[in-house]
């Protein structure tokens, strides 16, 4: 019984890390499934197999993976509620997630390898702008989405094409400011 839940769970995740959309993700869920077959070999009688799978396996190579994913590059994309409380219930942000602009903006960036990560913030669209963290800033507007950004990052530009090619461009509304000293700006 505990053997079958065992073998079930290993294929769950096995599953997640090949379909994870992010590398991140992918990298957890091996390190599941490595503790999960260690377990399996504790199971088998064999404890020194299980010793080198939880070292080896879930320790030294998921360290590995995670030392080369901090070259991989995170994209802040934060969303801002300017005051208006209801901006940050869970109806809200789930909206907001779902929304079509948004899921275009995070595959635009998944397809080039970044990592979006999405920020939901209090801060005024002036604070945001001098945040170094935030790369991209979304706020709602009545006819639509505002994305902000630096003027001089190549990927607003290529956000701005792509929502022109695929027709989405009248819901958003790309808006470029110069980068200060404060602001590390968007690749």
């Not at 993700?25 to 010793?51: D, G, K, R, T």
């Not at 995670?66 to 940050?88: C, F, Q, W």
């Not at 990052?153 to 290529?158: K, N, Q, R």
């Amino acid at each position: 019984m505990v053997e079958t839940a065992t073998i079930l769970l290993m294929m769950t995740f096995a599953l997640l890390v090949v379909h994870s959309k992010l590398m991140r993700n992918a990298v957890i869920h091996l390190a599941v499934f490595s503790l999960l077959a260690a377990f399996l070999y504790l199971l088998h009688a064999a404890p020194e197999l299980a010793i080198a799978e939880a070292a080896i396996g879930s320790g030294l190579v998921i360290l590995l993976y995670l030392a080369s994913l901090k070259r991989n590059k995170v994209y802040t994309i934060a969303v801002l509620a300017e005051g208006h409380d209801y901006r940050m219930t869970d109806a809200y942000l789930n909206y907001m997630e779902n929304h079509v602009a948004m899921k275009e903006i995070k595959g635009f960036f998944e397809r080039r390898e970044f990592e979006p990560q999405i920020v939901f913030s209090e801060k005024s669209l002036s604070e945001a702008l001098s945040y170094p963290s935030f790369d991209l800033i979304i706020t709602e507007e009545k006819d639509g989405i505002s994305a902000h950004g630096s003027s001089d990052s190549y990927a607003l530009e290529e956000l701005e094409m792509l929502f022109q090619i695929h027709g989405t461009a009248s819901s958003i509304h790309i808006v470029r400011h110069e980068a200060d000293n404060n602001n590390g700006g968007a690749p």
